[in-house]
């Protein structure tokens, strides 16, 4: 079964950056295309950005130029580096994982954007 676990501070002024992680187990990650989901209050889930297993990249417009994935196979664990942060960055984020159609999510960690 697979699970994966976010993890990251919380907290960071506007302008500010943040690194987010999420360590996957339970299967074999390096085929495992990884995705970072975030959620707002009151709004839908929005994908943030993905990485496929072949290191391929994408983006939300919102997002692009401040945030990098990344993944480290040798970890089993993929980030989320988060620049120049702004107040409707703020949310919970979800770590995702898909292979073979079969779809993961991790418990969410929020990120809270304020001076």
């Known amino acids: 079964q697979v699970q994966l676990v976010e993890s990251g501070v919380g907290v960071v002024q506007p302008g500010g950056s943040l690194r987010l992680s999420c360590i996957f187990s339970g299967s074999i990650f390096s085929r495992e295309t990884m995705g970072w989901y975030r959620q707002a209050p009151a709004k839908q889930r929005e994908l943030v950005a993905f990485?496929?297993?072949?290191?391929?990249?994408s983006y939300a417009d919102s997002v692009k130029g401040r945030f990098t994935i990344s993944r480290d196979n040798a970890k089993n664990t993929v980030y989320l580096q988060m620049n120049s942060l702004k107040v409707d960055d703020a949310a919970v984020y979800y770590c995702?994982?898909?292979?073979?159609?079969?779809?993961?999510w991790g418990q969410g960690t929020r990120v809270t954007v304020s001076s």
């Open positions: 995702n994982s898909v292979s073979g159609g079969a779809s993961s």
């Open positions: 990485i496929t297993s072949m290191g391929s990249r």
